[in-house]
Structures are given as structure tokens and as C-alpha cells.
């Protein structure tokens, strides 16, 4: 097992399938660029409630960023050729849905402290002043 963050573009719908245990998993395939310019195809499944429901919103050609337990492998290619791929047991997903909201949040929290009066320690020459004035014996 490799712990991976990995990136890419949905090839394909991810689907919802039921396991023998009746526990449902969502499973998709990522295109993730190499730095030569080829692409790797990565299997990608999701029990993680909140893995699989990031991964169902998505749709064909969409950006995800994934992260999870990785399994390299090998194909064979129909002209014979051996190609790398992998499997991915996602743990959490990442989408550009998310980045978003992210910073939305981070810019209302912001908002949220600049609007927010200043009830901490008087301003330093106030509160000086005030140390100085109470030194009086």
C-alpha cells in the first residue's frame, strides 16, 4: 500500500454499487497526467460515506483530486504493450465544489472578525497611560 494524493479528470460516471454485505461503495476511473505527457488510468473506489458522495456529484470530465490507499499495476494493452495503472481506495475527494466553498467560508470568517468590535486590551498608549496613572501612591 502507497498513501497517495493524486489528480486528475473523471473518465466516465462514477456509479453506487451494493457490496455481498449489502454496504454500498461508489467507484469511478480518474485519467491522471504523467509528467511525459501520457496519462495513467487510476480505478478508484469509495466507502468512506463522504468519499462516495463527493464522487457521485461529479460527472464526466470533471477535475478531482483524490486521496487514499494506492496499488500499482500493469495491463496489457491490445497490441500487446504492458501499461502502468492503478487502484485507489479513496479516503477523501476533493473537487473544485469544494475548494470553492472552502474559500467562501475562510472569506465570511474574515469578514465576520473585521466587522467584530475590538473588545480585547486598550489600545497600547491607553493602556500606558492607565498603568501609569494607577503606579500613583
Not at 462514477?14 to 509528467?35: D, H, L, N, Y
Not at 475548494?99 to 497600547?124: L, M, N
Request: contains cysteine.
Amino acid at each position: 500500500m502507497i498513501d497517495a494524493l493524486i489528480q486528475g479528470r473523471l473518465h466516465g460516471t462514477p456509479t453506487q454499487r451494493t457490496g455481498a454485505s449489502g454496504k454500498p461503495f461508489a467507484v469511478a476511473k480518474v485519467r491522471t497526467p504523467t509528467a511525459n505527457g501520457e496519462s495513467i488510468f487510476v480505478s478508484v473506489i469509495a466507502f468512506a460515506p463522504a468519499a462516495q458522495a463527493a464522487l457521485l456529484a461529479l460527472g464526466d470530465g470533471d477535475a478531482v483530486a483524490l486521496a487514499g490507499e494506492l496499488t500499482p499495476k500493469v495491463w496489457a494493452a491490445a497490441n500487446g504493450e504492458h501499461k502502468p495503472a492503478c487502484d485507489l481506495l479513496a479516503h477523501q475527494v476533493l473537487t473544485p465544489y469544494h475548494v470553492q466553498r472552502r474559500r467562501e467560508a475562510v472569506t465570511r470568517k474574515r469578514e465576520a472578525v473585521a466587522r467584530k468590535p475590538d473588545t480585547g486590551r486598550p489600545k497600547d498608549e491607553a493602556w500606558q497611560a492607565g498603568a501609569a496613572e494607577s503606579l500613583d501612591f
